[in-house]
């Protein structure tokens, strides 16, 4: 049987040279427009006498911060102000995402419980919180919750906590002349925004953990049974490490979504980034700079949060295999 060479095929047939040039196409037209609107931007600002400029942030602030856990000062300077409430912003997201993932985690394995009650009380808090928007949840929690809370002599006390008008304290705290000292201190500010953020994205996370779970065969649930393994046994051993790489894809929208939800703190008078970053434009003026730096802050920060839960996934996948 005679063979015939093959013949090179032309490269707009070629779909792995068309794919990389497309790509490369709308790569460079994105770097085109960018850098229209960055000349258009500059040659506007010019004729206003201004330009862009990040001399500003070696200025003095002049204003304080109610609570960091960076050392700051009023006379510190604006780029100081600014990392300040960087760091405020990431104590309320990790410490978001620890717990909405443990709360959500909790709520979606619940829906498969064998108890028609805690079945549909997980149903129930999972539609009503969704279809609540945020601010409104974290306007409730603030006002009508922790500002309610009595003073330090009358304190509520639960387990490992106690909740007052001066904070929430944990790990235990004494009470010396009628102010509560000693333990892990928590503003109201903060309290109320991790306890919004957290029931909120939990809800969501809870239906993304219910979806993964409900992914896995029900073989899976019947030979587990069958070796005698306890629903909870069953539920981490076989089910959720299959459910994971269904699980995890969904994990990644939702921390970015709290990430950027946590700049509503400004409506409870948390000063994360963006309360901070606001202060700083009415003193400054510099609206375009400060936007600008928000942006790449805010960016930086969803894209790190992909690239940990990229990883993770990929992890995941390669175990499985």
Do not use: C, H
Not at 137 to 146: C, D, H, I, K, M
Request: hydrophobic fraction near 55%.
């Amino acid at each position: 049987m005679v063979s015939f060479p093959s013949m090179p095929v032309p490269w707009w047939r070629d779909n792995r040279k068309l794919g990389w040039l497309i790509q490369l196409a709308a790569g460079l037209f994105l770097l085109l427009a960018i850098a229209l609107l960055l000349g258009n931007l500059e040659r506007n600002l010019a004729r206003a006498g201004l330009r862009l400029t990040l001399g500003w942030l070696n200025q003095p602030a002049g204003f304080d911060i109610a609570e960091t856990l960076l050392p700051y000062r009023a006379s510190d300077s604006y780029g100081r102000a600014l990392l300040a409430g960087f760091v405020n912003t990431l104590r309320v997201v990790v410490s978001g995402l620890v717990l909405a993932t443990a709360l959500g985690v909790a709520v979606g394995a619940a829906s498969f419980s064998g108890n028609p009650l805690l079945r549909g009380v997980t149903r129930v808090y999972v539609e009503l919180v969704r279809n609540i928007p945020l601010l409104l949840q974290l306007v409730f929690w603030y006002f009508a919750v922790f500002l309610s809370l009595p003073s330090a002599d009358q304190a509520l006390q639960l387990p490992g906590m106690q909740l007052a008008k001066s904070g929430i304290y944990l790990f235990g705290a004494d009470l010396v002349n009628g102010e509560l000292v000693g333990g892990l201190r928590l503003s109201l500010e903060l309290a109320a925004l991790l306890t919004g953020l957290v029931i909120y994205s939990a809800a969501f996370i809870a239906e993304v953990v219910r979806g993964g779970i409900a992914s896995v065969p029900l073989g899976q649930w019947e030979a587990a049974k069958s070796l005698g393994l306890k629903p909870l046994q069953i539920l981490r051993l076989v089910v959720l490490p299959q459910a994971l790489r269904v699980i995890i894809p969904g994990l990644n929208s939702q921390y970015i979504s709290l990430a950027k939800n946590s700049s509503l703190a400004v409506a409870i008078g948390y000063p994360d980034l963006y309360a901070v970053a606001e202060t700083t434009l009415n003193q400054t003026g510099r609206g375009i700079e400060v936007f600008l730096l928000l942006l790449v802050v805010y960016l930086m920060l969803d894209l790190v949060i992909s690239v940990v839960m990229n990883a993770i996934d990929r992890l995941v996948r390669l175990q499985e295999r």
